[in-house]
């Protein structure tokens, strides 16, 4: 099924402070529509992606990647037909309406709702009212409301293409969300589970309560790695990405830069992704002598094609010489580079083994590195 999601963002979003539109503060360290915006780009199911933009908000459309750009109306209805315009001259199977506002939407909540689609016209997410209700005037309750049968309504809610671009077509506006120009087509409309955490951004408090929730729902990796590698007659050291001088080089099927090494396998690790032999098999010959950033940048790609990004790493490099001090600082900013990272994300330190073991007896070089990795 070809399905497109449709990001309602033409909204002035004024209760919510902060002196600009609320999609466009910031929320743990994004902006609340870079979180909307990836959590459809990020679904296997969701093709392409329209955001329906207010005028006055043009020059935001170069940094929403990916996306078809439309301009919003003076209504949210309005601004959802201009975004289902945009997509009515190559349409899709069906269509998935998500307010901007709600940025904590899970993957689960979008299956649940494109399943839905299987069985009705419409599918919603939706809780059920669980809380008592009453009727009140002037600071006093005035009677209780039945609760039977009351949902709180959440987006993103779905529809085939073809009926709800109808139904707006025929709607005569005001209608406070899609489900009631559906209804007012005559379609039905699937209840679905909602999810509590799928709140909608509405006052100042709730951008806190969203990076709780975040918070309490980032998913952090961290992978292990560790190398070794014998010296040989040579006249430098090849490590984290920087010639190190030396009276011998290190001996290995590639590079054998130690550091960049282990950093490559903690990578693999965080992932569950295996080690370098792996990916690069020692008994291929087209890696015989290769760079050692070939890996990284690997290692470092396949992360971000999971949805990862490095939050830090450390790098200890065990050895008697060559000296690693007055390079660690090189050997940082090479690694950032290679990584695409700011240098202060990557440490890299030495420390000797006492004259203890085999890089005690200056047969060698050993690393450890670990890397963090958090869902972006």
């Given at each position: 099924m070809d399905i497109a999601a449709l990001i309602v963002a033409a909204g002035r979003g004024t209760r919510a402070g902060g002196g600009v539109p609320k999609q466009w503060r910031m929320l743990s360290g994004r902006r609340v529509a870079d979180w909307t915006l990836q959590a459809f780009r990020d679904h296997p199911r969701v093709g392409r992606i329209v955001v329906v933009l207010h005028p006055d908000d043009m020059g935001q459309a170069e940094e929403l990647t990916g996306a078809i750009v439309a301009t919003g109306g003076a209504t949210r209805d309005a601004s959802v037909a201009a975004g289902l315009e945009a997509l009515a001259g190559d349409p899709p199977d069906a269509v998935l309406i998500h307010d901007v506002a709600r940025p904590l939407v899970s993957p689960e909540v979008i299956d649940r709702v494109i399943d839905g689609l299987a069985h009705a016209p419409g599918a919603a997410p939706a809780l059920a009212v669980t809380d008592a209700l009453w009727t009140g005037a002037d600071g006093i309750v005035t009677g209780t409301q039945d609760r039977s049968g009351l949902y709180r309504a959440q987006t993103p809610q779905g529809f085939r293409f073809d009926a709800i671009l109808q139904a707006h077509r025929d709607?005569?506006?005001?209608?406070?969300?899609?489900?009631?120009?559906?209804?007012?087509?005559?379609?039905?409309?699937?209840?679905?589970?909602?999810?509590?955490?799928?709140?909608?951004?509405?006052?100042?408090?709730?951008?806190?309560?969203?990076?709780?929730?975040?918070?309490?729902?980032?998913?952090?990796?961290?992978?292990?790695?560790?190398?070794?590698?014998?010296?040989?007659?040579?006249?430098?050291?090849?490590?984290?990405?920087?010639a190190v001088p030396h009276d011998k080089k290190l001996k290995g099927h590639s590079d054998a830069d130690v550091g960049m090494h282990a950093l490559t396998d903690a990578i693999y690790g965080a992932l569950a992704e295996g080690d370098i032999g792996q990916h690069f098999p020692p008994s291929e010959s087209e890696w015989k002598g290769a760079a050692s950033d070939i890996f990284l940048k690997h290692a470092i790609e396949l992360a971000r094609s999971k949805g990862f990004e490095l939050a830090n790493c450390d790098v200890t490099l065990i050895c008697e010489q060559p000296k690693i001090g007055p390079h660690a600082g090189a050997m940082r900013a090479e690694l950032a580079r290679i990584m695409s990272v700011d240098p202060d994300r990557v440490s890299v330190k030495a420390t000797t083994s006492e004259r203890l073991g085999f890089t005690g007896r200056e047969e060698g070089i050993a690393s450890q590195a670990v890397a963090t990795l958090v869902r972006a």
């Open positions: 709607h005569p506006g005001g209608a406070a969300d899609d489900v009631e120009v559906a209804r007012h087509a005559g379609l039905d409309v699937a209840i679905v589970a909602g999810d509590e955490k799928n709140l909608k951004i509405t006052g100042p408090e709730d951008f806190a309560r969203a990076e709780d929730l975040m918070r309490q729902q980032m998913d952090i990796r961290t992978g292990l790695g560790y190398d070794v590698h014998a010296f040989e007659d040579g006249d430098a050291c090849i490590l984290c990405g920087v």
